[in-house]
């Protein structure tokens, strides 16, 4: 079995930013040439998150809404005498740092419409994903 890991950084480009890696990941299982395994990708910050979902530019928009509805930035939050970000923080909680992928026949398992993307809550920033595949 094999275990590779890969470091990447990109820089978000506004405050609420939704990258896309898909790419990114795709060109590392291609590179590691793993046939049957799992791909994680995990982000070691607070204020960012990874998730699955189609790449429509209205969803983006209704996930940024929806967010905005469930943590709003001005929350008089305990955290904004520090550092001004608790929503950030706080939206990372309810998604997630990581994502783990079954690979099969040297392709990601994604769904047709489905795409891999970074979450930026406090940008814009240098931000850093880490891909790690194994499997055979």
């Not at 209205?58 to 970000?85: A, C, T, W």
């Not at 392709?107 to 993307?117: E, P, S």
Request: glycine share 6%.
């Amino acid at each position: 079995m094999k275990v590779i890991t890969k470091n990447f950084t990109i820089e978000s480009r506004k405050k609420i930013d939704f990258i896309d890696i898909t790419n990114s990941v795709e060109d590392v299982l291609r590179e590691v040439e793993v046939v049957e395994g799992l791909v994680t990708i995990f982000t070691p910050h607070t204020t960012t998150c990874l998730f699955i979902n189609e790449d429509e530019k209205r969803l983006m928009d209704d996930l940024e809404k929806m967010l905005e509805k469930l943590v709003p930035i001005k929350g008089n939050y305990f955290h904004d005498n520090v550092d001004d970000n608790a929503y950030a923080h706080l939206r990372s909680i309810l998604l997630s740092t990581s994502i783990s992928i079954p690979v099969s026949g040297g392709k990601l398992l994604l769904g047709t419409w489905q795409n891999i993307f970074l979450a930026e809550f406090d940008g814009p920033r240098k931000r850093t994903y880490i891909i790690q595949v194994m499997g055979a």
